[in-house]
Each structure stands twice: as structure tokens, then as C-alpha cells.
């Protein structure tokens, strides 16, 4: 059984950082496309950043380009997502999501929806002073 587990999460003043974790298991994130998606009540969800891990290809949005980065530990079978220069703006539910890897970064970022690949249970991030 497939179980993708996140971790991280929290409040922090603007400017400050947050790392979020995706621990999977029952499923390798060798050869996956892993995804960081957020979603705030009311709007559409939001690709944040993804990572194929067979090839290091990524996508951030531009909302989140110089700030965030997304990376694994192939050891841990684990995906990052390191958040810093955090604004008020980022304040979401955060989800990553796994998928095999025939679709590309951007697919998966701008397309993946919730029926598809493997979804974490969300985190929320709060930025506020």
C-alpha cells in the first residue's frame, strides 16, 4: 500500500523559512515526477514546485522562483520542499504529490489533478507577523 506521509508546516514571520517533508512509502521515488502543489480556500490550486527525479529536471512558479527549492533524499525515499524569504502570500495548505515519471515536470505541476499520482495529507503554512 502506497502511503505518501507529509511533515513540516507551521507559522513563521515574513522573511522567515520552513522546510516541508514527503516521506513515501510502498512506492519508490525513483523515476517519479514529485510535485509540491498549495491551495488557499476559495482559489484554484496552485503548482508550486515539481522535480522529476530521473532526469533533475524542475519547475517552480514564478510566484516562488529564488525562494523555494525542491529536492529528495534518495536514501530516505523523501522529497523537500525548503521555503525561505516566506511573504504573507505563501500562506496555504501545502500537498506533495508523487507520479511516474512519463509525464513531464510541468504537467505534473500544472495539470496533476487530485485523482491522479499519490497525495500527501496537506500541511498548512502560515505567514504572518
Known amino acids: 500500500q502506497v502511503q505518501v506521509v507529509q511533515s513540516g508546516g507551521g507559522s513563521v514571520q515574513p522573511g522567515g523559512s520552513l522546510t516541508l517533508s514527503c516521506a513515501a512509502s510502498g512506492y519508490s521515488l525513483e523515476r517519479s515526477v514529485i510535485g509540491w502543489f498549495r491551495q488557499v480556500p476559495g482559489k484554484e490550486r496552485e503548482g508550486v514546485s515539481c522535480l522529476s527525479t530521473a532526469t533533475g529536471s524542475t519547475y517552480y512558479a514564478d510566484s516562488v522562483k529564488g525562494r523555494f527549492t525542491i529536492s529528495r533524499d534518495n536514501a530516505k525515499n523523501t522529497a523537500y520542499l525548503q521555503m525561505n524569504s516566506l511573504k504573507p502570500e505563501d500562506t496555504a495548505v501545502y500537498y506533495c504529490?508523487?507520479?511516474?515519471?512519463?509525464?513531464?515536470?510541468?504537467?505534473?505541476?500544472?495539470?496533476?489533478?487530485?485523482?491522479?499520482?499519490?497525495w500527501g495529507q496537506g500541511a498548512q503554512v502560515t505567514v504572518s507577523s
Open positions: 504529490a508523487v507520479h511516474p515519471d512519463y509525464v513531464t515536470v510541468q504537467q505534473v505541476c500544472t495539470m496533476l489533478s487530485p485523482g491522479e499520482g499519490h
